[in-house]
């Protein structure tokens, strides 16, 4: 553990959960993992690595809430929620899920040298009123946890929400956050590019499909110091067709089942894909950059 003031708090939650067992809200299981509790469910955090796009480097990690299993492999919660919750049992759900990912990346010492993507659901764009960010800000100074390495990824949003995702992203950066967006398409994420300003982009492989549209974001996104993130990558097809695509040396990073499950631990390394174990294109290689 390299952060003293996290240590001290896991173990109150330590001391806490023995001693009010099930009374407690947030503790730690056998393995120092903080889990929490929302309605009857126990919940966790898995990370999935982000890797840079062509020596498949581990440059970040994407938190993601789970239902717990000592198998690594919960379920997703969202899914099980998104139609039952109310809007402002979403709220708690969210700002739960954020801490438990928060305390769950700084209690490993491989963190040190990764940042981390934190979701924000798509229904606290208009649930919650005042400064986006401001309470997530507080815990994390309260913890002395850096707020530089989280990327607070913005949802999908439809063409009438655009002025609430601007509205929401200045909130979360005026509070000190890096700030994520997902795009539906090449021309969604440039428009992106242009009117958040954001220090990532994630884009589904699936919308890959025009190598002049892609290169041009490519490089207007090294320009504005933006990473691209292509997610969902699944098969050494995708992939090897991602990388063909490209007659630009601009950086980019991937994302998928063919490279990492999500799982608790950060040391995404261990157990590489084939796909990764050296540079599918070594011609593109670039100098790594910190923002990524």
Not at 251 to 265: E, K, M, N, S, T
Request: hydrophobic share 40%; glycine share 6%.
């Amino acid at each position: 553990m390299h952060n003293p003031t996290l240590q001290n708090y896991l173990s109150r939650l330590h001391d806490n959960h023995h001693e009010h067992g099930a009374g407690s809200t947030l503790w730690l299981d056998e393995q120092g993992r903080a889990r929490g509790r929302y309605v009857n469910a126990t919940l966790t955090s898995a990370f999935q690595a982000i890797r840079s796009g062509d020596d498949g480097q581990v440059l970040a990690c994407e938190g993601y809430a789970r239902s717990y299993s000592a198998s690594d492999q919960g379920l997703n919660i969202w899914k099980l929620l998104d139609y039952a919750a109310s809007d402002d049992e979403s709220v708690e759900l969210d700002r739960l899920c954020r801490l438990l990912h928060a305390i769950n990346f700084y209690r490993q010492v491989e963190s040190v040298h990764l940042d981390v993507y934190l979701s924000v659901h798509s229904r606290l764009l208009a649930a919650v009123a005042g400064n986006h960010g401001m309470a997530f800000r507080r815990i994390l100074d309260a913890l002395e946890l850096p707020h530089q390495q989280i990327i607070l990824q913005l949802p999908l949003i439809t063409p009438s929400q655009r002025w609430v995702l601007t509205h929401v992203a200045e909130n979360y950066r005026r509070n000190g956050f890096r700030i994520g967006a997902n795009a539906g398409n090449l021309a969604q994420a440039s428009d992106l590019l242009e009117r958040l300003r954001p220090a990532a982009i994630k884009l589904d492989i699936s919308q890959a499909n025009d190598a002049q549209a892609q290169s041009q974001l490519l490089e207007q996104a090294e320009r504005q110091q933006c990473a691209i993130i292509f997610k969902g990558i699944e098969s050494e097809k995708n992939y090897q067709a991602l990388q063909n695509a490209h007659d630009t040396i601009s950086p980019y990073c991937v994302q998928g089942f063919l490279f990492d499950r999500p799982r608790a631990g950060l040391n995404a390394n261990d157990g590489q894909s084939p796909a990764l174990q050296a540079p599918v294109n070594p011609g593109a290689q670039v100098e790594r950059k910190q923002r990524f």
